[in-house]
């Protein structure tokens, strides 16, 4: 399975939600193989977000939230 990361922005003033997907360098929807590394990424993302963007990994069509150190890892 391949893993995506979906960006989710809202507007402050009108409260409109939007979702992209994030593409690679050539225009292509960026496809992720490893699980532990989409969800590095979208860490990644997140801490540098000075918009205040939301960064999540999609896999197999859901959003996949981060486990904690306390559940151990994928």
């Not at 360098?25 to 979208?42: H, M, N, Q, V």
Request: hydrophobic share 30%; aromatic share 6%.
């Amino acid at each position: 399975m391949s893993y995506n990361i979906i960006k989710t922005m809202t507007d402050h003033t009108t409260g409109k939600i939007t979702c992209v997907l994030i593409l690679d360098g050539l225009s292509s929807i960026l496809e992720i193989k490893s699980l532990d590394r989409a969800l590095k990424t979208a860490e990644m993302f997140n801490q540098n977000s000075d918009s205040g963007w939301i960064y999540e990994v999609r896999g197999g069509g859901n959003i996949i939230e981060p486990k904690t150190k306390d559940e151990g890892t994928y």
